[in-house]
């Protein structure tokens, strides 16, 4: 069995699966929303020090990880529901505590994972502006803090302040996807941009006018849809094993 997680509001996410399932019949859609209700959990090592990690979902059906062959992840944060349940004086405290939970669930993995969780965020390495801009400029890009959105999703708005339209680039297993004709420079330094951000997948959003503006966003959880035939190829080659 492979998993493919994702929020029930990930409509970049949702939309791929029927295409992915093609690819991969054993591939099955898990949203956060279903794991934070899991009626029951097992993590813990076993006498040889492995990995155990086992959950019960709402509708009776088992996550077992000795059973896991691939997981495409795209989980940007645990779904909250039992954190609410908390006093306002340690919401906060349980919900470092939760997302802890399913770092050490998801990094316990053993299989071939799609955006493996880290520290900086639970599908992949999330940075703030100022830090993105830094590896854009290093990788031979343009790129200004300023352009840059703050909000949760880390992508700015087609041409945020610049009143220009965006395109989205996206770069994976060191190759850029685009339904658009690229630049060789462009993507060249899309990839040294990816090596250097040390993540599966990302999404590298351009402003656009006369020729290619600066990069205003990334986001390593872009619109799958983006990449088209060829993206979704080489998520189920990597997720094959």
Not at 65 to 74: A, T
Not at 166 to 178: C, E, L, W, Y
Not at 192 to 201: E, G, Q, Y
Request: hydrophobic letters at 45%; one cysteine or more; a negative charge.
């Amino acid at each position: 069995m492979r998993l493919h997680l994702c929020h029930s509001a990930d409509v970049g996410a949702l939309a791929v699966q029927p295409f992915l399932r093609e690819r991969l019949p054993d591939l099955r859609l898990v949203t956060a929303e279903e794991i934070s209700s899991a009626s029951k959990w097992e993590h813990r090592l076993d006498s040889h020090g492995a990995v155990v990690t086992r959950a019960v979902l709402p509708d009776g059906s088992g996550i077992d990880g000795e059973c896991i062959d691939g997981v495409l992840n795209r989980l940007m944060s645990p779904c909250p529901v039992h954190v609410l349940q908390s006093t306002s004086a340690d919401r906060e405290y349980a919900l470092g505590e939760y997302t802890a939970f399913f770092l050490s669930w998801l990094n316990g993995l053993r299989c071939p994972v799609i955006g493996r969780a880290t520290p900086q965020g639970l599908c992949g390495r999330w940075r703030q502006p100022l830090e993105w801009v830094v590896i854009a400029q290093r990788s031979g890009m343009e790129a200004r803090v300023e352009a840059f959105d703050e909000s949760w999703t880390g992508l700015a708005s087609p041409g945020a302040g610049l009143q220009m339209p965006g395109v989205t680039v996206i770069v994976a297993f060191g190759k850029v996807f685009s339904m658009l004709d690229i630049p060789s420079a462009v993507s060249h330094a899309c990839q040294r941009f990816a090596v250097a951000a040390d993540c599966d997948i990302l999404g590298l959003e351009f402003a656009t006018g006369r020729g290619w503006g600066p990069l205003v966003g990334v986001t390593p959880v872009p619109d799958l849809r983006l990449g088209g035939e060829l993206l979704l190829d080489a998520i189920a080659g990597v997720l094959r094993g």
